[in-house]
Nanobody, 123 residues
Framework: VQLQASGGGLVQAGGSLRLSCVAS????????MAWFRQAPGNEREFVAA????????SYADSVRGRFTISRDSAKNTVTLQMNSLKPEDTAVYYC?????????????????WGQGTQVTVSS
């Protein structure tokens, strides 16, 4: 499985960005797709996850109501729509895939990682 993330950039507080992750080599064993982020000096933290079937979606409390995760099975793409961005959302955002059907917010549950895309929110 290879994951290619894109869509990061610089935006003012209150603005929006849309991240995309194109996955290649997916099989039936890839159950959950997620986004994590890592700010300088911080641990990598969970942002949002979606089952490939689309049947279950979860968000970190810090982004719930502002971010939306979705997937397009035909295009093997997972998207993170980020609205009402805040300076504290500044981080490198990573796309991840898990072969665990019940994978949720724990970094160790994810087998595959994309290269990351920088999101910078200015105040």
């Amino acid at each position: 499985v290879q994951l290619q993330a894109s869509g990061g950039g610089l935006v003012q507080a209150g603005g929006s960005l849309r991240l995309s992750c194109v996955a290649s080599g997916l099989t039936f064993r890839t159950f959950v797709m997620a986004w994590f982020r890592q700010a300088p000096g911080n641990e990598r933290e969970f942002v949002a996850a979606i089952r490939w079937s689309g049947s279950k979606i979860s968000y970190a409390d810090s982004v719930r109501g502002r971010f939306t995760i979705s997937r397009d099975s035909a295009k093997n793409t997972v998207t993170l729509q980020m609205n009402s961005l805040k300076p504290e959302d500044t981080a490198v955002y990573y796309c991840a895939a898990s072969s665990l059907e019940g994978a949720t917010s724990t970094r160790e549950e994810y087998d595959y990682w994309g290269q990351g895309t920088q999101v910078t929110v200015s105040s």
